[in-house]
């Protein structure tokens, strides 16, 4: 299948990489996985995902950096990034509503409302 | 009284003085007047003597008699008589009774005499002297007659019209220069007299009793005030001495205080500046001059907004308001990247008052909180760490438990794979609250020991049963090197296990896959001593001094890249120096890390509480 979604799934938690990349496959959705977001960030300019699910709190490279490395990009090609953090803070939010195309996820998250997710997406 | 006595004797004294200038001066007068008449007596009687005999008698000796009577009689000439050869008066002048009263043996004399001769002889009943001369004539050889003069002694008079004169004048200037010598003194006097008054006035504590108009008092009296004066400033300088020495001893008490209040503040590690109402520095302390890179005379009496550099001022200057009332106000914050790069200063000032309360200047405190806001972000930082260590394993567990129940795994394998996850996740979760509880009982001084039998076989088993899981998913050997007999000890036995799950969980964390983890176990005479090592990443040099702390976590990005807490290894050291023992460290990086805990073994008796 060619024309198969892509998505990234970034996080240093392996357990965590695997629930999430089962659970995507299962819907058979592409999955890429990245430990850390330098990693990450390479796979998105190589691979060119539809959705990236990044945690905060990685080593290299967290999250956040991730995320504002790559806001520029969603202008030529628009992708969702779904982030995922322990504690949704008001600073949290007001850095979200900076970013295009980006939603908070709180952890612990449960893969149903994140495939939900991901699937509200693309029916947009 | 004294005094009427003293001029008494001073007149009596002027009085013999002038009776013996009198007397030396006709004494003096007498000798040369005698002396005038003997020089005149010798030279008329001798020119007389050069006549002959018949020019003196006769016709001519009249006519002789008269001119000598003229000229010479108004200067004292008495009597002149020339006798013949035989001695009988030839001619005579003088009064006819005078040759009676002149003495018989002082005209024999003069008769019989070859030479010229000078008698004195007192003149009957004149009370006058008498001074006689007599020459003989002497004609062809042989002697033809003697000429006899007699001149009467002048009495001197002491007033003479030229001394009468003199001593007009010597009078007239002695007057003058009394009279200049007496006010001159009088003048002086008085105003001696004044200042020994004033001087009384002034000293003594009761105000003189002579009073009224200032009069030129006496020299007694004068020398009197004049010692009591000296009495009284005499006392006054004592006085005046014990004060100043007072003062002096006060000086050097207050001196010594405010050096010690400026070593003190040059001693604090805070900077302090003084400033009066006007911002005026007073004072600066050495450790704001460092900081501010200034020497003292270019501060002190300087007004701050002048010598503080622009961006710095609104910190250090502008807010009067919360000093109004003698308060205290923060002002921020304010580095000074030139002198102490990289530290962060918090201004606060406070409003100095005097006795009533008015404000007389502020004190500007700055300290330096670089490690109370580095601690405030490691704190912040730790409660980040700790949350996500936390809801980490939670949403492994939440989401692998989900997955289960939704019947979304469905072969058997990664059913089994994904309970042990949860398994292991739910340990970890166990291993990271018991670390956070353990370090807050050691934040608050709480961790106490649980002491019982600890059997180090079941501890051993346990501690590699508790790492087992995370050393096989990495294929990491762990070796137990244990004595046949195993030790017992006495201790806490959960926190025994605690500290050597740490060290075993490190090891399996930071050893690549396919090391090797060795625990041995030594039964020393009173000592148990554990050693983990591992062919792990090893510890730095950098990174040893400080792997104990609380939060510290490597630089290392082999290291960071793992997560942890940074709290197990300061947890194990507290625990193992709890139970009397110690913890040491030797590392090689990229050759492994060993850990040795040596644990005193205590003798256990049952029922020991």
């Known amino acids: ?124 | 009284m004294r005094s009427k006595r003293i001029y008494v004797a001073l007149a009596t004294l002027l009085l013999l003085g002038v009776a013996m200038i009198a007397h030396v001066v006709l004494r003096q007068e007498q000798r040369k007047l005698s002396q005038e008449l003997v020089d005149q007596g010798t030279n008329l009687v001798s020119l007389l003597a050069l006549q002959p005999v018949q020019d003196l008698s006769g016709e001519k000796a009249n006519f002789f008699l008269r001119t000598l009577a003229e000229y010479v009689s108004p200067s004292g000439l008495v009597y002149c008589f020339v006798h013949d050869a035989t001695g009988v008066r030839i001619a005579s002048l003088g009064a006819p009774d005078l040759v009676s009263k002149i003495p018989l043996e002082i005209q024999t004399v003069s008769l019989y005499s070859t030479e010229l001769k000078t008698q004195k002889f007192p003149l009957d009943g004149s009370g006058q002297t008498i001074y006689e001369f007599a020459k003989p004539i002497l004609e062809s050889g042989g002697k033809s007659g003697t000429v006899r003069l007699g001149f009467r002694l002048p009495t001197p008079s002491f007033f003479s019209a030229e001394r009468v004169r003199l001593m007009g004048t010597v009078a007239f200037f002695g007057f003058a220069m009394a009279c200049f010598v007496y006010y001159g003194i009088v003048f002086a006097l008085r105003r001696l007299n004044s200042v020994s008054r004033s001087l009384k006035n002034e000293w003594m504590e009761a105000p003189s009793t002579q009073k009224g108009p200032e009069r030129a008092a006496g020299i007694d009296q004068i020398l009197r005030e004049f010692e009591q004066g000296l009495s009284v400033l005499r006392g006054r300088m004592k006085e005046l001495e014990k004060s100043k020495l007072d003062l002096e001893t006060q000086y050097g008490v207050t001196s010594f205080e405010k050096n010690q209040l400026r070593n003190i503040l040059n001693s604090m590690r805070t900077g302090v500046i003084i400033t009066d109402h006007q911002e005026n520095i007073l004072h600066i302390n050495v450790y704001m001059l460092r900081l501010l890179d200034r020497k003292r005379e270019e501060m002190i009496d300087h007004p701050l907004p002048e010598v503080v550099a622009q961006e710095k001022l609104p910190a250090l200057v502008c807010h009067p308001d919360m000093e109004a009332q003698g308060g205290k106000g923060n002002a921020g914050e304010v580095n000074f990247p030139e002198t102490s790069p990289g530290h962060v200063f918090q201004v606060s000032s406070t409003g100095l008052q005097d006795g009533e309360g008015a404000v007389v200047g502020r004190m500007i405190m700055v300290e330096d909180v670089t490690n109370e806001r580095m601690a405030e972000k490691a704190k912040q930082e730790f409660l980040a760490h700790v949350t996500h260590e936390l809801f980490t394993p939670l949403t492994t567990i939440r989401s692998y438990n989900e997955m289960l129940m939704v019947g979304e795994v469905t072969d058997t394998e990664t059913q089994k794979e994904f309970y042990n996850t949860i398994l292991e996740e739910t340990e970890r979760l166990q291993r990271l609250i018991q670390n956070l509880l353990s370090i807050s009982k050691i934040e608050m001084g709480a961790l106490t020991l649980d002491k019982s039998l600890v059997k180090c076989e079941w501890l051993v088993r346990d501690c590699i049963a508790a790492v087992e899981g995370g050393a096989r998913k990495k294929c990491i050997t762990i070796d137990t090197h244990l004595p046949d007999n195993l030790p017992s000890l006495v201790g806490d036995k959960e926190l025994l296990k605690i500290a050597l799950i740490n060290l075993l969980g490190n090891a399996v964390k930071y050893t690549p896959e396919h090391g090797k983890i060795t625990l041995s176990l030594t039964a020393m005479d009173n000592l148990a001593v554990f050693e983990v090592r591992d062919t792990g990443y090893g510890i730095s040099g950098e990174d040893l001094p400080h792997i104990f702390e609380k939060f510290y976590r490597s630089k290392d990005p082999r290291i960071a890249a793992i997560t942890g807490s940074g709290l197990g290894l300061g947890i194990t050291s507290e625990i193992v120096h709890l139970h009397g023992g110690e913890i040491e460290v030797q590392s090689e990086p990229g050759e492994g890390t060993q850990f040795s805990l040596r644990i005193p073994r205590e003798e256990y008796y049952l029922g020991k509480p």
């Open chain 1, 1 to 124: 299948m060619e024309n198969r979604r892509r998505i990234l799934v970034v996080d240093d938690e392996g357990p965590i990489r695997r629930v999430i990349e089962m659970k995507l496959k299962n819907r058979g959705y592409d999955v890429l996985t990245a430990t850390n977001g330098l990693d990450g960030l390479e796979i998105i300019h190589t691979e060119k995902p539809d959705v990236v699910i990044t945690d905060i709190m990685m080593p290299k490279m967290d999250g956040k950096s991730l995320c504002e490395q790559t806001n520029s990009l969603k202008q030529q090609r628009p992708f969702l990034t779904i982030v995922m953090t322990c504690r949704i803070s008001p600073e949290e939010r007001s850095w979200i509503a900076r970013m295009k195309n980006t939603v908070l996820m709180e952890k612990p998250f449960s893969p149903s409302k994140l495939l939900e997710e991901v699937e509200a997406y693309f029916r947009r």
